[in-house]
């Protein structure tokens, strides 16, 4: 019988049964990965970013979190033109992560 | 002539003031309320940004003032102004005659059990930046056993006005990164969190450190504030926090959890300095004449300040200042 009561699933992050493997093997080639500080000029200038929902800051956030589907998913929108490359104050090599992350 | 200047404190403020006025051929004396000279500094492993051993500071300002009298274990009980300028009488009934007086007393650190829901003093495992600095020190603590998770919350009773400490206590989050490059020196294997608002990387080479803490160390800075910390049925931490930057809350078991505590003002000088007649800012520091040309003065002729007593300050600020406050009370006894 449907009484329309349901439960929502907690929209925590549980850090505790994170699986880390496609992030640290990432990490193996691209030490880089790690040195982010989340400034967003990646993001701000991203060619596929002012018309959808691609950033590579949240990129890096989802592999850290659990959620590497979607962190493929987004990364279709991405044309691989370079600029956040070129604009990382980290000199972060972005454009081949992205790569490496769809390999 | 030889002139006295009391200076109150004998941290790294009140010593590195008595050596330059001693140069400068002014008779300064220390009273120290502790045992030993050195104040906090004394107590501390490594300093940032570059991992320099304290003791090796502590001990070139030691030498400095081997021959500046020295009462430790003192306090300064009673202090008038008179028309030669200051009486000041000691725990141990000696009187002092000066001609200024520093206050140099510093700062305290936050009482972490004020902020309940880290669980200090409830949950064995969460510990205080001091005492952690205190293992690196000694390598004893018995909290620290081989753990496998760490995490640090910034801002431990420093931007929270539940506390009424709204202002941001400086040395917290390079000392954080320092000391959770430190942890995975010991324990290589150990994931080590820290969970900030802002990291302030104010300092020349402290924003190296931070790249080195991401780098070389691998320590994952996770920007939000720990809101609230749990036991489990294994005695390990449940800690709850947003991660801003992905706007997602999170949860986290850890082995270990250290509180970065702030600075609070050394409240035990409070009635002498009401006796000088320094106020208090509004963040409940001393109050100086100004924040720029006038930071070592006070409302009062003759009454100087320097260090941390006015404002949270790092080891070098501390130094800098106790500098300005020698040519200060000089130029202050040429005057008179």
Redesign the interface.
């Known amino acids: 019988m449907d009484f329309g009561f349901c439960l929502s699933p907690s929209s925590h992050v549980k850090m505790d049964s994170v699986d880390l493997t496609t992030f640290n093997h990432l990490k193996e080639t691209n030490p880089d990965i790690n040195t982010c500080i989340a400034c967003g000029s990646c993001t701000a200038t991203c060619t596929a970013g002012n018309f959808t929902e691609m950033s590579f800051r949240r990129i890096l956030l989802m592999l850290q979190r659990g959620k590497e589907e979607e962190a493929k998913k987004m990364i279709q929108r991405c044309m691989l033109c370079g600029k956040c490359t070129l604009v990382c104050p980290r000199g972060i090599n972005i454009r081949k992560i992205l790569l490496d992350i769809t390999r | 002539m030889k002139e006295n200047i009391l200076i109150i404190g004998g941290g790294a403020a009140g010593m590195e003031a008595a050596t330059q006025l001693q140069k400068m051929g002014l008779t300064p004396i220390i009273v120290e309320k502790s045992e030993h000279l050195g104040g906090h500094i004394a107590q501390w492993d490594r300093l940032f940004p570059a991992f320099h051993p304290a003791k090796d500071v502590v001990d070139q300002m030691l030498n400095q003032v081997k021959d500046v009298k020295t009462y430790l274990n003192t306090e300064v009980t009673d202090i008038q102004r008179n028309s030669d300028g200051f009486k000041a009488i000691l725990s141990n009934n000696e009187t002092i005659d000066a001609k200024a007086v520093i206050l140099a007393t510093g700062f305290d650190i936050f009482k972490a059990e004020r902020k309940q829901e880290y669980g200090y003093g409830i949950y064995n495992n969460v510990m205080t930046s001091v005492e952690l600095e205190n293992f690196f020190r000694t390598g004893n603590d018995a909290r620290i056993n081989n753990p496998k998770k760490i995490g640090f919350v910034h801002c431990v009773g420093a931007r929270d006005v539940k506390v009424c400490n709204t202002y941001c206590s400086k040395v917290c989050c390079t000392t954080a990164l320092k000391q959770a490059c430190e942890i995975k020196e010991v324990f290589p294997d150990a994931e080590v969190y820290t969970f900030y608002m802002d990291l302030r990387m104010f300092g020349p080479g402290y924003e190296d450190l ?2 080195k803490t ?2 070389d160390f ?1 320590v ?1 800075c996770v ?1 939000g504030r720990v809101c609230e910390v749990s036991e489990d049925m294994d005695g390990k931490l449940v800690i ?1 926090a947003e ?1 801003t ?2 706007g ?6 850890l082995d270990v959890l250290v509180l970065m505590c702030s600075m609070e003002k050394n409240k035990s000088i409070d009635v002498i300095q009401q006796k000088l007649g320094v106020a208090n800012n509004s963040d409940g520091f001393m109050q100086n004449k100004d924040m720029y040309l006038g930071m070592n003065g006070t409302a009062q002729d003759g009454v100087f300040v320097a260090g941390a007593c006015t404002a949270p300050k790092s080891l070098p600020d501390t130094i800098g200042e106790a500098r300005s406050v020698a040519t200060q009370v000089f130029n202050y006894i040429n005057s008179k």
Not at chain 2, 248 to 253: C, D, E, F, H, V
């Open positions: 931070y790249l991401q780098k691998d994952k920007r709850k991660d930057l992905f997602k809350p999170l949860k986290m078991t």
